[in-house]
């Protein structure tokens, strides 16, 4: 148990295993998002008031599904780099912040497409749009504090702290639907209780909501190795590596 | 475990739960504003102010559309099942907008309490379906949610 601890904390192990994942993750991944695209997309039945515009849920919700599950991924990865001052974590969370930043950016504008032809506005403040605008700044705010200071460990604490006091904004996006009088609707998938989505348009739905995840830790290795190579440029194992690849 | 890292885990859950109340009072105290809209009922009890821009969310009552033969006017009733508000509003509505479905209306509620929207939006449900599968419910006698006509 220990010893695989110990082993997440070497660069050229993670870096190797990182590769090992994408390998099998990312063509199952695009099989998934393919397959789920193209039956959410062409071969869902409309929706017997909205009829075709509905099919933006396809990419809608699984971006921010993911939008908030990666940023408790991000938080952990910061909450582990604060108390352990493991190097390692803190390049997981790094890897997060810019893919997290898309995801929400993706699911704001998706939104706002459906939003004129249904609502009959683009934007509107409602609780639940204002706080995913949030999460979008969040987002942003960890990416740029990194890169605001050339210190690596001070960089590491001061993301850690801020992506830490920002998951408080992950249950208000959750919930703000239920909590307020929003214009956006609840949610239409349930955990307790039966969804109101009818399951012929469930399925390509929860499909795509596990490619997104897929996507998303597909992200997150690339990123997380090409930071890793980045920081260890002088090491012998990225030389090693290097000359592998000049090589071949 | 070490004991600094005892000390750093419990300044870390000391930050995100700190964090998380101060949040949560600050959005208890806001909780007014933050709804996007005010029911019929807290109208009817008089928490919307007059002559100030609001908005009021509800169900269109069935059968209160009434389009006007010269103009874009269209005068509709907000309803919750407990108050109504009629509202007038000059302008075009948005597709999805219909009796029985939901909607927010923004404008000045005059001193007979009716509103003067200057905006509607069409309030979308979380209920999807295929048109097959309403037409079957509507046959055997229910509407989309599922409940007895």
């Given at each position: ?170 249950p208000i996006i959750y919930k703000s639907v239920d909590w307020w009088y929003s214009l956006h609707q609840p949610a239409s ?60 | ?142 509407d989309h949610k599922g409940n007895a006509k």
């Open positions: 148990m220990w010893s695989f601890f110990h082993k997440l904390g070497s660069p050229p192990w993670l870096f190797g295993i990182a590769g090992s994942i994408l390998r099998w993750l990312l063509p199952i991944t695009l099989v998934a998002l393919a397959v789920g695209l193209v039956w959410g997309l062409l071969f869902t039945h409309p929706d017997f008031r909205q009829g075709n515009s509905y099919r933006i849920i396809y990419i809608h919700v699984p971006a921010a599904v993911v939008a908030l599950a990666g940023y408790y991924v991000m938080a952990i990865a910061g909450a582990v780099s604060l108390i352990w001052k493991m190097k390692m974590a803190d390049v997981a969370m790094k890897a997060c912040a810019p893919i997290g930043a898309a995801l929400t950016f993706i699911a704001l504008v998706t939104g706002s497409i459906w939003g004129k032809p249904t609502w009959g506005t683009w934007w509107v403040w409602d609780a639940r749009i204002t706080s995913m605008l949030i999460l979008l700044f969040l987002y942003l705010g960890v990416v740029a504090l990194y890169e605001a200071y050339d210190n690596k460990e001070a960089a590491s604490k001061a993301c850690a702290v801020l992506s830490l006091v920002g998951t408080v904004n992950i998938i349930k955990f307790t209780g039966e969804s109101t989505i009818d399951a012929s348009m469930l399925y390509p739905l929860l499909l795509m909501i596990v490619a997104f995840y897929g996507l998303f830790t597909c992200c997150m290795l690339l990123n997380m190795r090409a930071e890793l190579v980045e920081r260890e440029a002088r090491t012998n194992w990225v030389r090693k590596l290097a000359g592998a690849g000049a090589r071949r | 475990m070490h004991p600094i890292r005892k000390q750093r885990l419990l300044i870390v859950i000391f930050v995100v739960l700190f964090s998380s109340a101060a949040v949560g009072l600050v959005t208890y105290a806001l909780r007014g504003n933050i709804n996007l809209f005010f029911p019929p009922a807290e109208v009817a009890q008089g928490k919307a102010p007059i002559g100030k821009p609001i908005r009021v969310g509800g169900m269109v009552r069935e059968g209160s559309v009434q389009r006007s033969d010269d103009s874009l006017e269209v005068r509709f009733v907000i309803t919750d099942f407990e108050a109504d508000v009629p509202a007038v509003y000059v302008g075009i509505l948005p597709d999805l907008f219909g009796e029985g479905q939901g909607a927010v209306a923004s404008g000045v509620l005059n001193e007979e309490g009716v509103l003067m929207a200057s905006e509607v939006l069409a309030k979308h449900d979380e209920n999807y379906m295929p048109p097959e599968v309403t037409d079957a419910l509507e046959k055997s006698g229910y």
